[in-house]
């Protein structure tokens, strides 16, 4: 239990704890707190320097083994091989640095939200300071429209709503008092307090600071985003173990390769300079940029239907996403009060059964007397009126508009209530033009109050506790006989004649409940996390059409009480987290991913923003914070929940085509190392130049690998396993391994049959060149899709791969047709046409071998 939290002491007992006065401190006292405790500012995170982020770039094993290779050709003076090595390096770095570089600036957003003057009284004497010089026990001033400047115990409160949702969620503002509360209570039941960072939308109070700076609760969450840093993506993770395994393995190759030539007599130079060729042809240099391109497509696509991806590398993650936390207030609903029902007092007994004989003008009686009791201001566009004010007074404006009411007359024309509302009374005492007079306020507190049978009494209670566990928020409306004073008490409200109930509900967005749907057909769980009350989420859990009840909901308190092993059993039957803390939020995150789940967060507040930064992809609403914003990886725009389905169609789109070009240029990667090494074991010439070799991986594989980014076919369904397996997955193993094998062993088997044939080396060369960039250039039409026989689909639909083939065809044909260019690639002479029906065959032999293995597979997996 906490001891001396000062929402769980009076207010004078919260002034002698920090050793505070009603007449403030004294200077030598601030001076003194503000040595002690530091400025009112929040803590600042560090940010990467675009240098530094650049650096980084070439921390990967696979660009070390290029710049190796590069120094290589550069100290043998080959300039055209270094240049071409040096432009895969720098093309690689440039695309990785575009990716990381954006905004740092979570910590900064937050900031924004203290950054303002405060009211303060000091030495008897109220006085405007800059928030930043504030002090625990300072006595603030609390007023409409101000922000709340420090954590503070609130002394007095005359109708004062603070607007919290940045830190709660809650849709509506919260009336403040100076009563007690349990020392156990969530920031949202504390209802004395005032919170750094909220704002004050009615009413004024004093308060005592009890907080400043981190040790606020707005503070609390940036040391959260300060600490927390991003996870790694299931695709950073899988391409960094490969490039290790590339790099160990391509290491070992090559000294084994370069020491077999030197043994075999091959001058050490020639051997050198083909070891570096070797390892760049064994290096998918085009992947890195190839995996960029498909990213940096994918989140245009997404942007055309209204979502930004602020992180490329974790545009992937969201085709990998198996469980989605959702924020329920703004996300799910449109953090809206809205009138969604009026019900006479006939009605309410009857349990909310609709009266035939219920007239029209009844229930508009009910409106008009709830007009007396709010406070709006209006704002006409043409034929549009638009109101401002708090929620509900909002929603009673304009269902009298639309009933038509004139609700600008009415508001110049109304009586200032006779007793204001307050959190103690739950009622206000008002009167119209006639002079009559009507109580309005929570109906519980009305019926108390009222005069009515036992029996209408009990009905009624039980119907209004029945509406209020669905979610829904209730505004009684009763007469009072007789005549109030203008300074009425709340003791004059007595035998009132109650009258009906208006009901208000935060609606659910209408494309929420079919974009759950369609998530979970898309193999993502989505389970609602918010600091709204148990019975309202379950109940608007019921509204978008889930099937649950008490058992399927945990609150915050019962979290806590949970150990990690047991909360790791409860969490495949819970659905609802309610009441919950951010600390919670990072809890049920953190969790869920030691269980293997890819974890995708929703929510717009400033309370969301730790989440938002640690899960897998965080998912911001384009309406919410700045702070959320910027902690997340994905904006929607339009706050349409719609587009979270098309993000993670995105994803599953980036995700097939990721295999995609990694199966295509992994494939061909082992075909140099075969070539070369097979060459040497046997005692055959050198059949490939280094340059040779890095024009074609490099060069002409590398467009039609850049393709796939805009490929259209996929599979919807998600992948089954997860971090790196959800990319490279079985299949993409199978086809990797067994395709590059097969091909690779061929194509030197083809060079050992030309020379067999006594085919003259330098002609036999030129064909094995050929054969080498044409069928690498035409199986990327088998693979667009991995599992789809090559004519079961449109071969080419793809304009973008229909135009890198052919931009590679001519780019292969120059290199050998153009005298001045085949010195360049050591091609003494172009083949004689005599020999080209060699390559044709190879081409069409490729297709059949590519197509027989995706066949194999899809015959595996039939038969399991």
């Known amino acids: 239990m906490q001891k001396n939290v000062p929402w769980a002491l009076s207010s004078d007992e919260a002034l002698k704890t920090l050793e505070a006065r009603h007449e403030g401190l ?350 709006v201001t209006i704002e006409t566009k043409g034929k549009e009126m638009l109101f401002g004010g708090r929620s509900l007074d909002v929603s009673i404006a304009r269902a009298a508009h639309a009933e038509k009411f004139d609700v600008a007359a009415r508001m110049k024309e109304k009586h200032p209530p006779l007793l204001a509302f307050n959190s103690t009374n739950k009622f206000s005492i008002v009167r119209n033009e006639h002079n009559e007079h009507f109580v309005i306020g929570a109906p519980d507190i009305l019926l108390q109050r009222s005069t009515m049978s036992k029996d209408d009494f009990l009905a009624i209670e039980a119907h209004v506790k029945k509406i209020s566990g669905e979610g829904k928020r209730l505004l009684g409306v009763a007469r009072l006989h007789g005549h109030a004073k203008d300074n009425a008490e709340p003791d004059d409200a007595q035998k009132l004649d109650f009258l009906g109930i208006l009901i208000f509900r935060d609606p659910i967005r209408p494309e929420a409940k079919g974009a759950l749907k369609r998530m979970e057909e898309l193999g993502a769980r989505a389970i609602m996390v918010t600091g709204d009350l148990k019975g309202t989420a379950i109940a608007i859990a019921r509204d978008l059409g889930w099937d649950v009840h008490e058992g399927h909901a945990l609150d915050g308190s019962e979290l806590r009480a949970l150990s990690d092993e047991e909360l790791k059993k409860a969490l495949p039957t819970i659905k609802i987290f309610s009441r919950v803390t951010p600390e919670d939020k990072l809890r049920i995150g953190k969790i869920l991913r030691e269980q293997g789940e890819i974890v995708a967060m929703t929510g717009d507040g400033v309370n969301d923003a730790p989440v938002l930064r640690s899960a897998d992809i965080g998912i911001a609403l384009g309406s919410g914070t700045d702070v959320a914003k910027s902690a997340a990886d994905v904006v929607l725009l339009d706050d349409n929940f719609k587009t979270i389905v098309a993000a993670i169609e995105e994803g599953r789109r980036i995700l097939a085509n990721t295999r995609k070009a990694f199966v295509y240029l992994m494939t061909s990667c082992f075909d140099e190392v075969v070539l070369i090494g097979g060459s040497l074991l046997v005692g055959l010439p050198l059949p490939l130049s280094a340059l040779q070799i890095i024009w074609v991986n490099f060069i002409t594989g590398s467009l039609p690998a850049l393709s796939y980014a805009f490929e259209h076919l996929y599979s919807e369904q998600p992948s089954h396993s997860r971090g790196a397996g959800a990319i490279f997955d079985t299949k993409v193993r199978v086809l990797t391994l067994g395709i590059g094998a097969i091909t690779s062993l061929l194509l030197f088997f083809l060079y050992y049959i030309l020379l067999a044939f006594e085919i003259p080396l330098e002609e036999a060369r030129t064909i094995l060149f050929l054969c080498f960039a044409s069928y690498v250039l035409v199986v990327a039409y088998c693979f667009r899709s991995l599992r789809r026989p090559l004519f079961t689909y449109p071969i080419f639909s793809n304009r973008e791969l229909n135009w890198s083939v052919i931009i590679g065809i001519g780019l292969m044909l120059a290199t050998v047709a153009i005298p001045a260019i085949r010195p360049i690639f050591h091609i003494e002479a172009a083949p004689p046409l005599s020999l080209l029906w060699i390559v044709i065959v190879w081409v069409f032999f490729n297709i059949t071998i590519v197509e027989t293995t995706k066949w194999i597979f899809r015959s595996m997996v039939t038969t399991r």
């Open 26 to 375: 004294s200077d030598s006292e601030v001076k003194k707190r503000m040595s002690h405790f530091g400025p009112n500012t929040l803590p600042k995170g560090t940010r990467l320097d675009a240098f530094a982020i650049l650096l980084r770039q070439f921390a990967s094993p696979l660009i070390f083994i290029l710049l190796v290779a590069a120094g290589i050709t550069m100290l043998l003076k080959e300039w055209v091989d270094a240049s071409v090595v040096l432009l895969a390096v720098f093309v690689n770095a440039g695309l990785g640095f575009y990716q990381e570089y954006r905004a740092e600036n979570t910590l900064a957003k937050l900031t924004t939200y203290i950054k303002e003057r405060a009211r303060v009284i000091r030495g008897g004497s109220e006085t405007e300071v800059d928030s930043e010089f504030l002090v625990p026990g300072d006595v603030v001033r609390l007023a409409y429209g101000a922000r709340v400047p420090a954590d503070a115990r609130i002394i007095s409160a005359s109708n004062l709503f603070i607007d919290e949702s940045i830190l709660t969620g809650e849709s509506l503002p919260v009336q403040k008092n100076t009563d007690t509360v349990s020392d156990a209570a969530g920031v949202a039941d504390r209802t004395n307090m005032a919170y750094a960072g909220t704002m004050v939308v009615d009413g004024t109070g004093l308060a005592v600071v009890s907080e400043t700076n981190g040790r606020t609760e707005i503070g609390r969450i940036a040391e959260l985003v300060k600490s927390t840093g991003h996870q790694e993506t299931p695709l950073q993770k899988a391409l960094s173990n490969i490039a290790w395994l590339i790099f160990i393995g391509v290491s070992s190759l090559v000294a084994v390769m370069f020491f077999i030539g030197i043994s075999r007599g091959v001058p050490f130079l020639e051997m050198l300079l083909m070891a570096s060729a070797v390892a760049v042809g064994a290096v998918p240099e085009a992947l890195p940029i190839a995996l960029t391109v498909i990213l940096a497509v994918g989140v245009m696509r997404l942007a055309e239907r209204k979502g930004v991806i602020r992180n490329l590398a974790a545009a992937e993650t969201l085709g990998s996403a198996t469980v989605i936390l959702t924020d329920k207030t703004g996300t799910l609903t449109q953090a809206n009060m809205r009138l969604v029902g009026i019900e006479t007092k006939e009605e309410a007994i009857a349990g909310g059964a609709q009266k035939e004989d219920t007239s029209r003008s009844a229930k508009r009686a009910l409106l008009e007397a709830a007009l007396l009791g709010i406070d």
